[in-house]
Antibody, heavy 124, light 106 residues
Framework: VQLLQSGPGVVKPSQTLSVTCAIS??????????WDWLRQSPSRGLEWLGR?????????EYAVSVRGRITITPDTSRNEFSLQLNSVTPEDTALYYC???????????????WGQGTLVTVSS | DIQMTQSPSSLSASIGARVTITCRAS??????LNWYQQKPGRAPKLLIS???NLQSGVPSRFSGSGSGAEFTLTISSLQREDFATYFC????????FGGGTKVEIK
């Protein structure tokens, strides 16, 4: 499985951050896995942002810290998924990662494949 | 939210040394604990899942143990390629990570 991220490196405050993750070696519509977004910064460490997954229908789950500002969207035609984060501030400056989530049993969940990371700086 | 605390935050060790990193959870997470290795400029790499299950291709000098709220990652004989930052991640609740342990050359 390979995940290839793309997106702008600089976003102005109050605007929308958008990053896309293209999947090869798996399908975004695989109903045995999930597709996650995380970020990493010196101030916040590694932080899980949310995920999308297909289990007869599409689900999205988001971290409380970004709920209301975040949207994760799968695109089955392009076999990719995307992150949108609205109303960004300098605190959203971070290295953003996409990852594949594996959940073999209740309470077990890990990230076995990661994108290369996209450094997003929020600055005017 | 479940808080994860790693110790130490950094350590220096020699090639061949035995290294132990500890991760403590703010509550009982049974064995819902994973370990990752991250090298500079790279994404984290999964080493161990469910507290003690070594991922395919990961050298056997890495091992994980623990249950409940205290876990350890052990490197039995440190190699040059092991110098990196290590993170624990719990999956009992919403995923969260420890602050990391940077392993440096002594």
């Amino acid at each position: 499985v390979q995940l290839l991220q793309s997106g702008p490196g600089v976003v102005k405050p109050s605007q929308t951050l958008s990053v896309t993750c293209a999947i090869s070696g798996d399908r975004v519509a695989n109903d045995s896995v999930a597709w996650d977004w995380l970020r990493q910064s010196p101030s916040r460490g590694l932080e899980w942002l949310g995920r999308t997954y297909l289990r007869s229908k599409w689900y999205e789950e988001y971290a409380v810290s970004v709920r209301g500002r975040i949207t994760i969207t799968p695109d089955t035609s392009r076999n990719e998924f995307s992150l949108q984060l609205n109303s960004v501030t300098p605190e959203d400056t971070a290295l953003y990662y996409c990852a594949r989530g594996i959940a073999p049993a209740r309470g077990l969940y890990w990230f076995d494949s990661w994108g290369q990371g996209t450094l997003v700086t929020v600055s005017s | 939210d479940i808080q994860m605390t790693q110790s130490p935050s950094s350590l220096s060790a020699s090639i061949g040394a035995r290294v132990t990193i500890t991760c403590r959870a703010s509550q009982n997470i049974i064995t819902s604990l994973n370990w990752y290795q991250q090298k500079p400029g790279r994404a984290p790499k999964l080493l161990i899942s469910a507290a003690s299950n070594l991922q395919s291709g990961v050298p056997s000098r890495f091992s994980g143990s623990g249950s409940g709220a205290e876990f350890t990652l052990t490197i039995s004989s440190l190699q040059r390629e092991d110098f990196a930052t290590y993170f624990c991640q719990q999956s009992y609740g919403i995923p969260s990570f420890g602050g990391g342990t940077k392993v440096e050359i002594k």
